[in-house]
């Protein structure tokens, strides 16, 4: 359980204040924070502040600074600063100018204002302000005048409006002549307990103060006369006296009778002084004024009472609390009175009070939040247009609050849902729904305690084509197949044959699978020659080729003829390349003639080529013949020989296909440099290219534990070296390549080692010497201003001799601390010294001296830098400690000798302690022969500083000797006594005489502080007989015991003498006697247990109890109570070892009696 009461220390070494601005100027607040503390937040009616047009947020360091430009009237209200757990609210007031007036003036007017300002009648009291005018005049008036109101324009307005006493009043005239005339028409109460009543006839009119009937009424018979300025001045009433001994009811009379304007402010401070005359003595110990405790502890309030029977009552915001379970727990022990509110939630933050009859103690209970960690951070992405964003995170705990922003501005629900929020449990899910441009930026999810950052790359939709269409020349009967292959799968596409659509039939046959488009022509006939077009939905292109129809004419010869190869049918040129994409089906048709039908042989690298792999395929037909390869790879590039021969002869003819593909992906990239949000990277280009060459790369990025990459260069970059930016720093990243020719893009490569964006720390700053010796200096700094995510290592400190730039480490290794003493320097040498900061992107600039240092010793005189409260004798209480710490300077390390009365010190009891800087005298528990001057002497060498201390230890007085009567005459007796022999060590302050009845013996005091050694007590009691007794007071209080006179004095009365009858005294004595005994009891265990009888008896019985015949008075577990007759035992939190017999014993002089239960505990 956290202690309770006690809140964390604070954030900030300096708190904005509430300031009153004058409207158009600039408002500036600034905070500054402590160490460490990084995250600042500004709020205005419980709203984050960003930075906008009409404000401007700045942080320097610890120094954070909030200027809101061109203030108006609408930017006053409450603002707060918010640094960790530590909260500060100030308000930011707006001025409004005075207006110069709503008109010119008469001339006649013009010369009488002076005049008139000038005779105005003086004030006496406390006048507040120009709004206390203001808001006097209003009173009179009847009307509420706001501060921003112009007293001229007021003056302006006619219109009428009832006056409090039933007169019809001007408004404008009676608050013009308020404002103009400077003062108020009434005036608040000043400190000293009475209030003047200002009357002004400025405008003609006057207030009377009789209190009469007519009290308060307006006279306007001046109006209409010349304005003359008349002043009067009433008499002096108090109103508080009036206030106080007035009913309530007649509060608001006596208010408006003499003109009271703050009724409620003087109502306040009368409960005030009514409370401060009665101190409540109902509670010894209160709550504190508040209480912060953790989310789900448990905390404990506390009082002590003055009544151990006293019953409390706990409220909460003003609503009784009961016990409800173990959510609240009452405790009363003793004089303790406890409430225990366990697993605390946000609702039990509020406002508890302890209520015992008219007195109670309130407190504040402020339950914090722990603060809310991400488990699962935001990642990148990139989208196209018009596609959805999701940008999903998890949390620490269920139902927190996150707050989503874009670029430092936060995101809400706005009318067309284009941002929507989604909480499912610890997960936390933003949406963005068609997302456009605009859209790009960095988006953060913050919670009270952390944050994740991610950032959205919105692209607008490019088509790649993987594979175009190819013109294909086909024959009567044959097959035509058009295919293309686009970048995206989702994308739809139309077929045009001439520009008319193609429609689907038995005969034409349309696909589209994944990012694959076909069509395909079975039985090709002469009218499907023509241009074939395929457009993407869209895309504002399209990819073309022709269809070329051959028709074969084949001219009958009866003779043979020899094989002929024709390759320049196609219109190509004999041995042409042919280039075929890896993947893609080759078809190579070659013409050929010859009768009878010669015999086709193909052949590769004088290999023949069989059908017997499955992917080859050779047909044979009467006028041409074909050779086939599904997909082609690599391995198929190279020369093909086809050979044809018959009886008549033979041809032959070489074809060469370059089957080109994509390339070889490129070696993993090598990170050369990183910087705060950046990194360069380099890579090899791919060893084989594909066949085609290489037009540039694609680069893509990604977080270490994400699985998004996320593409860095739209247009292919043509270079091996590339420096991305806007990364995050503390971030780990990797990176790989695609390569890219006219075929399409290869496989990615290797991921890059992973690296993280650091800068190196900016240098230290205010480095000083701090203290140079002989061979030593020491030094002191700062840590650097801006530090980054990689956080700081340590410092290096380096020296070198002036004139030479070969620097020295003063250590080996780091110092993680801000300051630094380096040990065998040479005596004499002028040196130069400068610290870095080192952290893993290595070194800082160097913070160094202006100046060479020489190392050599300073001699500073001694001087004793006495406190100014020692200056004066010293008083200290038999008991308490003396604690002196003195400081002093000098150099090398003084001296220190302490002397008391010219003696050297008894080190038995007082305790010195010595520093280079400051000495230290202690005495545990000071006694009266400590009193005395104690001498202090430094020294340096031959120089030497003293100073002298008067220690006077003091003690409570003994009483006075001899108090004797020396007088007696009428109700008068005259006293004296001589002083105490034991003063306390200190001056007399006085003696207090108390006097006490013979017959009740209460003492009451008659004096105090009487100043001699003698008085004369008066007033006293005819017939009663009285003794008197002094005690002796000085500063430490008065004497522990007090000086009685040895005989009474019997005050007689005057005449004749009354000798009163003698009677026998009657006899009350009787044995002890139970009048209610002890009853059998069963408790519950671990709650209190009390067990209660009734005894009389006379004289008072001695009373004992006992648990199975053992005495029970020595056992700190049970409390005995004794209350008019009614004797009661309370066993506290009892347990089953508690149950047994317990007895009653009581005994006097005339007899015992006893009474015995048996007690029996039950375990729930």
């Known amino acids: ?274 409370k401060d005359e009665k101190k409540g003595t109902a509670f010894l110990t209160k709550l504190a004024g508040a209480y912060q405790v953790d989310k789900s502890q448990k905390l404990k309030l506390m009082v002590e009472v003055a009544n151990p029977d006293a019953e409390v009552k706990w409220l909460k915001n003003g609503q009784e609390l009961h016990p409800s379970g173990s959510k609240f727990i009452f405790e009363n022990i003793g004089y303790k009175r406890m409430l225990t509110i366990n697993h605390c939630s946000l609702a039990d933050d509020a406002a508890y009070q302890c209520v015992l009859g008219d007195e109670k103690t309130i407190t504040e209970l402020f339950v914090r939040e722990p603060p809310v960690l991400i488990t699962h951070s935001l990642e990148d992405q990139v989208v196209m247009v018009g596609q959805r964003v999701e940008f999903e995170l998890e949390v620490s705990e269920e139902g927190a609050l996150v707050k989503w922003e874009r670029n430092g501005q936060e995101l809400r629900r706005e009318e067309t849902f284009k941002y929507r929020f989604k909480k499912d449990g610890k997960k936390h899910v933003l949406f963005i729904n068609e997302a456009t441009k605009e859209d790009a930026g960095h988006y953060t999810a913050k919670t009270n305690g952390d944050q994740s950052v991610a950032e959205l790359l919105v692209q607008e939709k490019q088509l790649e084509v993987y594979q175009d269409i190819a013109d294909l020349t086909v024959k009567a009967e044959e097959q035509a197949v058009f295919k293309c292959e686009v970048s995206d799968e989702e994308v739809k596409g139309t077929w045009l044959k001439n520009g008319v659509e193609v429609v689907p039939s038995d005969r034409m046959q349309i696909t589209h699978i994944g990012r694959i488009h076909k069509l395909v022509i079975d039985n090709v006939r002469p009218e499907d020659e023509g241009d074939y077009t395929f457009v993407p939905e869209g895309f504002a292109f399209n990819l073309s080729a022709k269809l070329n129809f051959l028709e074969v004419k084949i001219d009958y010869v009866p003779r043979q003829d020899p094989p002929k190869i024709h390759l320049d049918c196609f219109g190509r040129i004999p041995d042409a390349t042919i280039i075929v994409v890896a993947g893609n089906k080759l078809r190579l048709d070659v013409p050929i003639t010859g009768d009878p039908d010669p015999t086709v042989i193909w052949t590769k690298a004088d290999q023949v080529i069989t059908e017997l792999d499955g992917r080859v395929y050779i047909e044979k037909h009467p006028d041409h013949c074909v050779f086939i390869v599904e997909g082609a790879e690599r391995c198929d590039q190279g020369v093909y020989t086809v050979l044809v021969k018959n009886p008549a002869g033979e041809d032959r003819a070489d074809i060469t296909v370059k089957v080109v593909d994509v390339p070889d992906p490129p070696d993993a990239p090598r990170v050369l440099s990183v910087g705060e949000d950046c990194c360069t990277i380099q890579w090899e280009p791919p060893a084989f290219d594909g066949g085609q060459p290489v037009l540039g790369y694609v680069l893509e990025r990604k977080k270490k534990n994400s699985y998004r990459w996320m593409r860095l260069n739209f247009d292919l970059w043509k270079e091996t070296t590339y420096e991305a930016k806007r990364m995050i720093e503390g971030v780990v990243y990797e990176m790989r390549v695609y390569a890219v020719n006219s075929i399409g893009m290869s496989r990615h490569s290797q991921a890059s080692r992973p690296f993280v964006p650091i800068a190196p720390t900016s240098e230290p700053t205010n480095l000083t010497v701090e203290n140079v010796s002989d061979t030593t200096i020491s030094l002191k700094w700062r840590a650097p201003e801006k530090v980054g995510a990689a956080g700081l290592d340590g410092y290096l400190v380096e020296y070198c001799k002036e004139g030479s730039n070969d620097w020295l480490p003063a250590q080996q290794g780091l110092t993680d601390r801000n300051s630094i003493l380096i040990r065998d320097l040479p005596t004499g040498e002028r040196m130069h010294f400068r610290v870095r900061a080192i ?47 003195i400081a002093f300077q000098g150099k090398p390390r003084p001296e220190v000798s302490w002397l008391k009365d010219g003696q050297p010190l008894n080190l038995q009891n007082i305790t010195v302690r010595n520093s280079d800087s400051d000495t230290i005298l202690f005495i545990r528990s000071a006694e009266r022969g400590h009193s005395g001057i104690y001498q202090l002497k430094v020294e340096v060498e031959s120089a030497q500083d003293t100073a002298s201390i008067h220690i006077q230890v003091i003690d409570r007085p003994g009483p006075p000797v001899a108090v004797k009567i020396r007088e007696v005459w009428g109700l008068n007796v005259a006293l004296s006594w001589l002083p105490p022999k034991d003063d306390g060590n200190c001056e007399i302050t006085g003696y207090t005489i108390q006097k006490a009845d013979k017959k009740t013996m209460e003492w009451f005091v008659v004096y105090e502080r009487c100043r001699r050694t003698e008085c004369s007590v008066s007033e006293l009691v005819m017939g009663n007989e009285y003794f008197f007794r002094v005690f002796t007071e000085n500063l430490c209080g008065l004497s522990k015991e007090a000086a009685q006179s040895k005989d009474s004095v019997y005050i007689q009365k005057p005449g004749r003498q009354y000798k009163p009858p003698s009677y026998k005294e009657p006899d009350f004595t009787e044995p002890p006697k139970f009048t209610r005994p002890l009853i059998d009891r069963s408790v519950i265990c671990g709650y209190n247990a009390t067990l209660s009888c009734a005894l009389r008896g006379t004289p008072k019985p001695k009373v004992v109890w006992c648990k199975n015949q053992l005495d029970l008075s020595g056992d700190p577990r049970y409390r005995m109570f004794s209350n008019q007759g009614v004797l009661t035992l309370e066993i506290r939190k009892p347990s089953p070892f508690d149950a047994g017999i317990y007895s009653c014993l009581a005994s006097n002089p005339l007899g015992e009696a006893r009474s015995d239960c048996k007690l029996e505990v039950r375990v729930p």
Not at 15 to 42: C, H, I, L, Y
Not at 80 to 105: H, N, Q, W, Y
Request: glycine share 8%; aromatic share 4%.
């Open 839 to 885: 952290n893993m992107a290595g070194p800082s600039a160097a913070a160094s001296l202006s100046q060479a240092v020489t190392i050599r010793e300073i001699v500073q005189q001694p001087r004793i830098c006495l406190p100014r409260n020692l200056r004066q004798k010293v008083l200290k209480v038999v008991g308490e400690t003396v604690n002196l710490m």
């Open 1 to 274: 359980m956290p202690e309770a009461g006690r809140k964390p220390a604070p954030s900030f070494t300096k708190k904005p204040r509430s300031t009153v601005f004058n409207v158009g100027s600039d408002a500036t607040f600034t905070a500054e924070t402590e160490k460490g503390v990084a995250k600042v937040r500004w709020q205005r009616h419980g709203a984050d502040m960003a930075a906008s047009e009409r404000w401007t947020i700045s942080s320097e360091g610890t120094k954070h600074t909030l200027t809101i430009h061109a203030v108006s009237s609408l930017d006053s209200g409450v603002y707060t600063v918010i640094a960790g757990s530590s909260k500060v609210k100030f308000e930011l007031k707006v001025k409004e100018p005075e207006d110069s007036g709503c008109g010119s003036l008469p001339p006649g007017e013009a010369e009488q204002k002076p005049t008139r300002d000038a005779q105005t009648a003086s004030v006496t009291g406390n006048v507040s302000s120009t709004a206390s005018r203001e808001a006097a005049a209003g009173e009179l008036s009847g009307q509420k005048v706001p501060e921003s109101h112009s007293t001229d324009q007021e003056v302006c307005d006619s219109e009428k409006v009832p006056a409090s006493s039933g007169t019809a009043l001007k408004r404008g005239s009676v608050e013009g002549a308020s404002s103009q005339a400077g003062v108020p028409l009434f005036l608040e109460r000043p400190q000293s307990g009475t209030v003047t009543v200002v009357f002004l006839v400025r405008l003609g009119f006057e207030i009377s103060t009789d209190g009469g009937e007519e009290a308060g009424e307006l006279d306007f018979s001046g109006l209409l006369k010349k304005r003359d300025v008349k002043v009067e001045e009433g008499p002096k009433i108090d109103v508080w006296e009036i206030l106080q001994n007035a009913p309530p009811s007649q509060y608001e009379k006596i208010a408006f009778q003499y003109g009271i304007t703050d009724l409620r402010g003087m109502l306040k401070r009368l409960k005030r002084m009514r």
